[in-house]
């Protein structure tokens, strides 16, 4: 645990100090988005490799000497984090790379990289004396705040688009969660979210404003990092909607940086899909801004038109040297059962995101022969049948009788 020092703008450098109530940055409003900054020096003593190498926490939590949390005690019992890293030599040596590695997020507790940030909200929403925690979400964030705050016992109010996919929305239902379907788009629900949380005082866990939690999901780079016995990789593919994630990556490998446990930053690369690519248009266009715009991809958790945390994935991208890339939907598509087959591991359409847009470098011949490349899978594809459905064939449907089986697969 670690008492955080300082918020700091991302945008203005203004610094504040981590009161309750502070969200986001006075001059740049709701643009200003927040890095938590520690006592490195003192951390850094207590942080090594070694200590790192002795934890028998094989959860998130193993860094939390560098985790915004006041108290272990209030750690949720719901395991989240050191989520497996495969490396797949078929598929690094079908692209022409060194190294490949898949990250496979969609192992966390409720299936996606967002069960990192919610378990640290809900630590702070109990260190800050809060009852009654809430979201909007494209789906994930809300299934995994609903599962943290059900075991620790806060009350949720979780709202989502009216779309968002079934098997999301019943797992917020099964958790107990207070389920609001706004009948509009993801930015429609993020404002009434807002102003419901401001009318009525809930704790925020909206990733975009809420600074602490992109402190959870920097651990996933922590992991690739340590996973790899700290030589990180060339390049890192993530998906991206918010910019919560990819924001979260480079917090990480940063930190870990200052704290001297790796020597250099992994480029980091931001997959968005066609229809919904405000921040690759950004970094293509050299802009200082992004400009928000309409949404319209099968991938819903990345069906994201305004990214309300734009400013911390534009610098992710920019301060690592690294770059941003779309795919088509049906690039996305046809990642789900490639990557399941060569893999095992089989992700939501924004889950694979990640990995299509690695293919699509891979293939245009701009991935280096010699690179190690990490690509993380965010999402369990279990949270989006039918678009996984759309990737694949259909199953022989067959009477339980030999002979018309022995027909089938005669004529398959
Ligand atoms: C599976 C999945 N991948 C990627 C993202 C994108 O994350 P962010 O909105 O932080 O950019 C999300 C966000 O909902 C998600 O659920
Ligand atoms: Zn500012």
Do not use: H
Not at 347 to 355: D, N
Not at 376 to 394: H, Y
Request: charged share 25%.
């Amino acid at each position: 645990m670690a008492r955080p020092e300082i918020l700091k703008c991302v945008l203005c450098g203004s610094e504040y100090s981590p009161e309750p109530e502070r969200y986001v940055c006075d001059r740049c409003g709701l643009d200003g988005t927040l890095d938590v900054l520690y006592d490195i020096d003192t951390i850094k003593k207590k942080l090594t490799k070694a200590s790192l190498s002795k934890t028998k926490d094989m959860s998130m939590w193993r860094y939390r000497d560098i985790m915004p949390i006041l108290n272990d005690v209030n750690i949720p019992t719901l395991s989240v984090g050191w989520t497996p890293l495969y490396e797949n030599k078929k598929l690094a040596s079908k692209y022409g790379i060194g190294k490949l590695y898949i990250k496979d997020d969609g192992r966390n507790p409720t299936a996606s990289l967002k069960d990192r940030a919610s378990a640290v909200g809900v630590v702070k929403a109990v260190e800050f004396g809060q009852n009654v925690i809430a979201c909007a979400s494209t789906g994930n964030a809300a299934s995994s705040l609903s599962g943290f705050a059900a075991v620790s016992g806060l009350e949720s109010y979780i709202f989502v688009p009216e779309k968002a996919p079934s098997a999301k929305v019943t797992q917020l239902l099964v958790y107990g969660a207070n389920v609001v379907l706004v009948k509009g788009d993801y930015a429609q629900a993020f404002d009434l979210a807002t102003s419901a949380i401001n009318k009525f005082g809930w704790y925020n866990r909206n990733c975009a404003i809420n600074p602490y939690l992109v402190e959870g999901k920097k651990t996933c780079a922590m992991e690739i990092a340590e996973q790899l016995d700290w030589d990180v990789p060339d390049r890192v593919f993530i998906s991206v909607g918010d910019g919560c994630c990819i924001g979260g990556l480079y917090k990480g490998f940063r930190d870990l940086l200052d704290l001297g446990l790796i020597d250099r930053m992994p480029k980091i690369t931001g997959v968005q899909a066609e229809g919904a690519s405000p921040i690759y248009k950004a970094i293509k266009e050299n802009s200082a801004k992004v400009m928000f715009g309409d949404a319209d991809t099968i991938a819903d958790s990345i069906s994201v038109g305004a990214p309300r945390n734009w400013a911390k994935a534009l610098r992710a991208i920019r301060k690592s040297d690294g770059t941003a890339v779309t795919v088509a939907d049906e690039e996305i598509l046809s990642a789900i059962p490639e990557l399941a087959r060569a893999s095992g591991v089989f992700g939501e359409p924004a889950g694979v995101a990640g990995f299509a847009g690695f293919r699509k470098m891979a293939l245009a011949g701009e991935i280096g022969l010699d690179e190690t490349i990490a690509v993380v899978v965010t999402g369990n594809g279990l949270k989006d049948i039918e678009s996984a459905k759309k990737s694949v064939g259909r199953a022989m449907l067959c009477a339980p009788d030999i002979e018309e089986f022995s027909k089938l697969i005669a004529s398959y």
